[in-house]
């Protein structure tokens, strides 16, 4: 009888690694078509008598490593994440490019975090002074920096991680 209750265990985790990895596409799906917008909105700002275009550009970018909006990315991460754990040796190449993608794409809201944290820095008369804001995109930085790590640690338990 423990044969028959170990197939279907198997064939359970089996559906919830399917589950997960579903998941976890459709949350990065949806984040990335957000993304979309954000860097639509970006691409249509031109200069102003405040600021450089390139300064508007990256404020306007800087709004998706916002720490209230890093958590979307952060779901989807924990979704393939536990699916890459559950998966074992068994993970199939779809679950493996998704780990990756979501890493590559924390990577890259860190680094315009981080450009934000600059250009408020070093744009900015009062820059230096504005340790709130500095704060929170530092914060977004360090979400996304995270999820990274985690896609990147989860990744290399997995075959050819």
Known sequence: MSDSNGGRREQNTGELIRVLTVVGMLTYGGWVLWLFQVVQRASRIGASRFASAWEQKIEALS???????????A?????A???????????????????????WSANAVAAIALLS?????????????QIGTVAFRLGGALCAAAISYLCLAVGRTAPGG
Do not use: H
């Open 63 to 73: 709004f998706i490593s916002f720490p209230p909006n890093v958590p979307v990315l």
């Open 75 to 79: 779901f989807a991460a924990a979704s």
């Open 81 to 103: 994440a536990l699916a890459t754990w559950l998966a074992g040796p068994t993970q199939d190449i779809a679950l493996a490019i998704l780990l990756r993608i979501i890493r």
């Open 117 to 129: 944290v600059a250009a408020v820095i070093i744009g900015e008369a009062e820059g230096p002074d």
